[in-house]
């Protein structure tokens, strides 16, 4: 089993939930008291916001690199980044180290591709959902469609996932406003809803469209690699490369994984349910 890496408190919240699945499949995986091997990065994210919220790219990655280099000085075999906005940072990241990083979109991408979906809508922060670093990796990656909500929807969405749920703080109206903008979505063709901040999994654990828990994802993707001979394909490569190893019959790959991992989680129409309720 190779070491992961995790750069997270990105906010800790979300990479609490990161913690507990890599070791849930694992567990699941080897039984007893095995667990994963991991070693955890966490940033002060108040540095790291203030530096994104400013446009200060170049310092919000410097930040990212110093914390990838001591992993690996730590000797992980392999980095996650526990968010999907820092993904707009990723290749820099990735230049910065020999190991590899595993890219939470190349995970939707393959997950999206396993369950057939021609359109999904994508909620996030306002960066994810607007540039095209993510949205547009993903379309490549899983031949899908991305949709995002309208201007004034995606300045409330980041409203409320920097200022309320990277505090830890879920309100039902948040939920509410949440389900909504995924009807209006949903009317405009979507398969499927991408919850693009790893923070919106636990805001939101049902809608009226299938979810697609990034979290969950990234943390079955790099379960997997983490026990594979193969490294994870570079960046560019075609679709049926690297979505062709992903599928099975009855489901997608991150429900295989999960079946086969996590024998205490319930399942329930192919979808990973917690067991925990959100505040």
Not at 161 to 190: E, H, P, V, W
């Amino acid at each position: 089993m190779k070491t992961i890496g995790l750069i997270g408190g990105t906010s800790w919240n979300s990479t609490v939930e990161y913690y507990r699945y890599i070791n849930q499949a694992v567990a699941g995986r080897l039984g007893g008291l095995h667990s994963a091997r991991i070693v955890l990065a966490n940033v002060e994210f108040h540095f790291l916001e203030e530096a994104m919220h400013s446009n200060r790219w170049d310092v919000a990655s410097s930040i990212l690199k110093d914390e990838a280099s001591r992993l690996v000085a730590a000797g992980v075999n392999g980095i996650v980044m526990c968010s999907n906005l820092i993904h707009k940072m990723f290749d820099e990241v990735q230049a910065s180290v020999t190991v590899p990083l595993l890219h939470i979109a190349d995970a939707l991408a393959e997950e999206i591709h396993a369950r057939g979906y021609r359109c999904v809508a994508l909620l996030g922060a306002k960066t994810t959902m607007e540039d095209s670093f993510y949205s547009r990796r993903i379309e490549e990656r899983s031949g899908a469609r991305v949709l995002i909500p309208a201007a004034t929807h995606r300045h409330y969405m980041n409203i409320a996932i920097f200022r309320r749920m990277c505090c830890n703080i879920y309100t039902d109206s948040d939920r509410a406003r949440f389900n909504k903008i995924i009807d209006g979505l949903k009317k405009q063709g979507a398969e499927g809803v991408i919850l693009g901040c790893t923070e919106l999994p636990v805001l939101l654990t049902e809608s009226s469209l299938p979810l697609l828990n990034s979290t969950l994802v990234h943390s079955m993707r790099a379960v997997e690699w983490a026990f594979a001979d193969e490294q994870p394909l570079p960046v560019g490569a075609a679709p049926a490369q690297q979505l062709g190893q992903c599928t099975w019959e009855g489901g997608s790959m991150a429900v295989r994984i999960a079946r086969n991992h996590m024998g205490n989680s319930r399942l329930n129409n192919g979808r990973l349910l917690d067991q925990r309720k959100p505040q």
